[in-house]
T-cell receptor, first 116, second 108 residues
Framework: GAGVSQSPRYKVTKRGQDVALRCDPISGHVSLYWYRQALGQGPEFLTYFNYEAQQDKSGLPNDRFSAERPEGSISTLTIQRTEQRDSAMYRC??????????????FGPGTRLTVT | DAKTTQPTSMDCAEGRAANLPCNHSTISGNEYVYWYRQIHSQGPQYIIHGLKNNETNEMASLIITEDRKSSTLILPHATLRDTAVYYCIRGSNYKLTFGKGTLLTVNP
């Protein structure tokens, strides 16, 4: 079946612009996660949704970062007034489970964001 | 703080078993052990997870010591396509904390 998809795959933007990154999870998956990955490092947790509810946004670096999942399916991560330090790979993952017996997460291909 | 310790790199011959160790000596009773891998620039791929018992699926086996302070991921017959960074992660909920992982190189 179809996996997690993300768009765009690559985004180059100028410093100060806003960007919106989209994630389309696996159909029927309850939970959705956003991560950021710097080169040579493992992914770093940003935020998490169960259905449409944002359960944890503790990993968002500052208030320029926000995320939503209004209908419990597609999610958008928005970065306002981008800065060069925001350049990274942004990854989305989804999971079929909400709580309990472990959390296997299925990751998308990522969006490579470059802020110039 | 990834809270797990893994070797930086390992080599394995194609067709042989790859045994990847992980130390999680401060793991608490309700924390699972997860293994993911990342091939080149692709997204991380879930492999397996366990709590107390050993687990096996079509990709790998997970052996957890009785005291749960360490575990080993076993790829029974490694292929060149198994070359990747392997992450051992402990966690009790949704939040996966990735460390640096082990770069496994499978050689022909």
């Amino acid at each position: 079946g179809a996996g997690v998809s993300q768009s765009p795959r690559y985004k180059v933007t100028k410093r100060g612009q806003d960007v919106a990154l989209r994630c389309d999870p696996i159909s029927g998956h309850v939970s959705l996660y956003w991560y950021r990955q710097a080169l040579g490092q493992g992914p770093e947790f940003l935020t998490y949704f169960n259905y449409e509810a944002q359960q944890d946004k503790s990993g968002l670096p500052n208030d320029r970062f926000s995320a939503e999942r209004p209908e419990g399916s597609i999610s958008t991560l928005t970065i306002q007034r981008t800065e060069q330090r925001d350049s990274a790979m942004y990854r989305c993952a989804s999971s079929p489970r909400r709580t309990g017996d472990g959390y296997e997460q299925y990751f998308g291909p990522g969006t490579r964001l470059t802020v110039t | 703080d990834a809270k797990t310790t893994q070797p930086t790199s390992m080599d394995c011959a194609e067709g042989r078993a790859a045994n990847l160790p992980c130390n999680h000596s401060t793991i608490s009773g309700n924390e699972y052990v997860y293994w993911y891998r990342q091939i080149h620039s692709q997204g991380p791929q879930y492999i397996i997870h366990g709590l107390k018992n050993n687990e096996t699926n079509e990709m790998a086996s997970l052996i957890i010591t009785e005291d749960r302070k360490s575990s080993t991921l076993i790829l029974p017959h490694a292929t060149l396509r198994d070359t990747a960074v392997y992450y051992c992660i402990r966690g009790s909920n949704y939040k996966l904390t990735f460390g640096k992982g082990t770069l496994l190189t499978v050689n022909p």
